[in-house]
């Protein structure tokens, strides 16, 4: 179902939509979300967790590093079988494991249906390649990255607006694999005012050098989730009374469409867009027009002009 135009008429507490399941949203006061629990991430439980785990751009110890300081071009290392056994069962956010090519032997052979319990993404590689990530750590032909900081819930996003008293707003991604775009993406949300930002832990982009780099820091202050359905992801802002807009460049001109209140936009990765599952989960699409010969843009500038038509509707309408 399309959200109202801008011609409609509408007020700060009494604007309302109503879809064809007669659920409501509205937008301002109107704006209502159920509370729910928050899930914290353990810390590592001993030190020697804390040797193993190394950074890219430093060989040294973390335990030599304060905890409360943060690079913007840090990526975590976990080294060892036992060290990242531990990391899974501790419910640690891990972007990826990378396992030495050849015969699996010993607890390695443990760990991988472990990962694919967690929805964690695993990679062969050479033990050269181990050994240039990792220099002079005895990995055991295996490491865990970590990204360059933790991730949150879709809840504690959802919690991050109503504890501000605004309507939600959240950037959702999908299949943003270009770490740079994300990067961008992250730096743009933060500027706008986003609550958050939601991306897949399967064919994206994560938090990374590349990512934090680009985000020129942002990726520091901003809320971020990692899910494993976006599909389902959607499903549940929407039952917290929040509209979905999916950018697709079939659907109606932004500037047409009302996002004021309650919204979450869904941007598509640089390849394919929106996937078509996705797209028929939203409430409504929205497009940019186009008028030369090409018929896309930037993942990243396309959220841009997205996010500040938000602004505007929020701020200057």
């Avoid at 971020?224 to 917290?240: C, D, G, P």
Wanted: aromatic share 6%.
């Amino acid at each position: 179902m399309k959200s109202p135009v801008a011609g409609q008429k509408s007020s700060a507490a009494g604007y309302k939509k109503q879809q064809s399941d007669g659920r409501k949203k509205s937008y301002e006061a109107g704006y209502k979300s159920s509370s729910v629990g928050s899930k914290k991430l353990p810390a590592f439980k001993n030190k020697k967790e804390h040797i193993n785990m190394r950074k890219l751009t430093n060989d040294k110890d973390i335990e030599d590093k304060p905890k409360h300081e943060k690079s913007i071009d840090d990526r975590l290392i976990l080294a060892g079988r036992n060290p990242i056994i531990e990391a899974i069962g501790a419910g640690k956010d891990i972007e990826k494991i990378l396992i030495k090519e050849g015969e699996l032997i010993g607890s390695i052979r443990s760990i991988i249906p472990l990962a694919r319990e967690n929805n964690i993404k695993i990679e062969r590689i050479t033990r050269k390649r181990l050994d240039e990530l990792a220099p002079g750590v005895n990995h055991q032909g295996i490491l865990a990255f970590l990204p360059a900081v933790e991730y949150v819930t879709v809840t504690d996003i959802v919690k991050k607006a109503e504890e501000k008293g605004e309507p939600p707003f959240i950037i959702v991604l999908n299949h943003v694999e270009d770490p740079y775009n994300l990067g961008a993406i992250i730096r743009t949300a933060y500027a706008a005012g986003a609550h958050g930002v939601i991306i897949p832990n399967s064919r994206a982009a994560g938090l990374g050098p590349a990512t934090s780099k680009a985000s020129a820091g942002a990726i520091n202050h901003m809320p971020i989730a990692r899910v494993s359905n976006i599909a389902n992801t959607i499903e549940y802002l929407k039952k917290h009374n929040i509209w979905v807009a999916c950018a697709n460049m079939k659907g109606t001109a932004y500037f047409k469409e009302d996002l004021r209140g309650a919204i979450a936009l869904v941007i598509g990765g640089e390849n394919q867009g929106t996937t078509d599952n996705i797209r028929k989960k939203c409430d409504f699409t929205i497009s940019i027009p186009m008028y030369g010969d090409i018929n896309s843009l930037n993942a990243s500038v396309a959220a841009g002009l997205l996010m500040y038509e938000v602004v505007r509707r929020r701020h200057f309408f």
